[in-house]
Each structure stands twice: as C-alpha cells, then as structure tokens.
C-alpha cells in the first residue's frame, strides 16, 4: 500500500525558513514533487524531479527553495528560504508510480507579515 506523509509545516516570519518532509512508502516511486494550494486559489506545482531525474522549479520560488531526495528513504525535502506571505499554503507531496501521483495529507505553512 502506497503511503505519503509530508511534515514540517508551520509558521514562520516573512524572511525565514522552513524545511518540509516527504516520506513514500509502498513502492518505487519514479518521480517526487511539491504542490501547493493556497486559499481560494488552484493547487500548483512548486517544484519536483522530473523522471529523468533533472529538477523544475516555479518562477515565483526559483533561488529561494530547493528540492532535495534520499532515494534510500524514499524522502524528499523542501527547504524553504526568504519566506514571504504569499508563501502560505497547504503544501502537498506528490509521489508517482506507473503514472499515477500518490499525494499526501498535506502540511501547513504560514508565512506571517
């Protein structure tokens, strides 16, 4: 059974950090990435792996997030640094298997002005 947990939501001060957690579990996963959904707004893609292993990233987190992985963990991380308000959201971890995304419960983040 295919299992995601995310952690290391909270809040925070505009400038600073946060670093989330993807923990997979159940299979191999090809691909891992970070969504977001903040209030009233569609969920986005923020940053991930590509298949092939390259990384991508979203305009508005370029040079201040990084996407890391432990492929022996099956872990994939977010750090998160400058922080600002417009940051906030639900956070969700995406795993993929054959195609199909696995997502997580999801973890907070609240940036604070």
């Known amino acids: 059974q295919v299992q995601v947990v995310e952690s290391g939501g909270g809040l925070v001060q505009a400038g600073g950090s946060l670093r989330l957690s993807c923990a997979a579990s159940?299979?191999?996963?090809?691909?891992m990435g970070w969504h977001r959904q903040a209030p009233g707004k569609q969920r986005e893609l923020v940053a991930r792996?590509?298949?092939?292993?390259?990384?991508y990233y979203a305009d508005s987190v370029k040079g201040r997030f990084t996407i890391s992985r432990d492929n022996a963990k099956n872990t994939a991380y977010l750090q998160m640094n400058s922080l600002k308000p417009e940051d906030t959201a639900v956070y969700y971890c995406?795993?993929?298997?054959?195609?199909?995304?696995?997502w997580g419960q999801g973890t907070q983040v609240t940036v604070s002005s």
């Open positions: 995406a795993a993929t298997v054959l195609g199909r995304d696995y």
């Open positions: 159940g299979s191999i996963f090809s691909r």
């Open positions: 792996f590509t298949s092939g292993g390259e990384t």
